[in-house]
């Protein structure tokens, strides 16, 4: 089943202990990205990669880090996480035609943070 | 700057028709369309990617009308499973590959 699969779904932490969000894709996808959901703001870009080794900031990428060694995989470093940080975040992956995302996003279910 | 969608809300009953409008004060290249239920994750609905152009899913269709940076998703008798948040989406943006997404529709369908 063609999926993104991130890891873990829920996790509370505590402040300034380094975490890592996982996210995986079997669909051969070039491009990926992270993006936090918070109330009220929708979903705001963290993180994206257009493909191994290449990655750039999004709109929201203070305290975060990702890094794209595989294709497959993307994930998001937390080095020293904060309480507002807490949020609900999602990976996603697209295929890529020029600078298009012609197929529109794929999104992992999603992993709900919270730390304290 | 994300784009701003029109309404923030909107209740329906089964039957009516919608209208959710997205604007963005930056050029529009491309647009997608999503659905999120309430604790799932957002799902592809449909991508515009030429001016003028309209797509359709289902009874729900979308227009795209690049020179106003506007486009805007139509659902027609609108079904329960219609009830969720749509996100409208955009990118390329600013010279960079950013893709962002609008601020969001808060739809409910009632019996």
């Known amino acids: 089943e063609a999926q993104v699969t991130q890891n873990p779904r829920y996790l509370i932490t505590v402040t300034g202990k380094k975490l890592t969000v996982t996210c995986s894709q079997n669909?051969?996808?070039?491009?990926m990205s992270w993006y936090r959901q918070d109330p009220g703001l929708g979903l705001r870009q963290i993180y994206y990669?257009?493909?191994?080794?290449?990655?750039d900031k999004g709109d929201v990428p203070e305290g975060y880090k990702v890094s794209r060694k595989e294709k497959r995989n993307f994930p998001l470093i937390l080095e020293s996480p904060s309480p507002n940080q807490t949020s609900l975040y999602f990976c996603?992956?697209?295929?890529?035609?020029?600078?298009?995302?012609?197929?529109?996003?794929?999104f992992g279910s999603g992993t709900r943070l919270t730390v304290v | 700057q994300q784009p701003v969608q029109s309404p923030q809300a909107v209740i329906l009953r089964e039957g009516e028709d919608a209208v959710i409008n997205c604007s963005s004060s930056?050029?529009?290249?491309?647009v997608h369309w999503y659905r999120q239920k309430h604790g799932e994750a957002p799902v592809f609905l449909m991508i515009?990617?030429?001016?003028?152009e309209q797509k359709g899913h289902e009874k729900i269709s979308a227009s795209f009308n690049e020179k106003k940076q506007q486009s805007s998703l139509y659902l027609t008798a609108s079904q329960l499973s219609y009830s969720g948040t749509y996100f409208c989406?955009?990118?390329?943006?600013?010279?960079?590959?950013?893709?962002?997404f609008g601020t969001g529709t808060r739809l409910k369908v009632l019996a």
């Open positions: 996603a992956s697209s295929l890529r035609q020029g600078a298009e995302l012609s197929y529109g996003y794929t």
């Open positions: 669909m051969n996808h070039e491009y």
């Open positions: 990669s257009m493909n191994v080794e290449v990655t």
């Open positions: 930056k050029a529009l290249y491309s």
């Open positions: 515009l990617l030429k001016g003028g």
């Open positions: 989406g955009t990118g390329p943006s600013e010279g960079t590959y950013k893709y962002i």
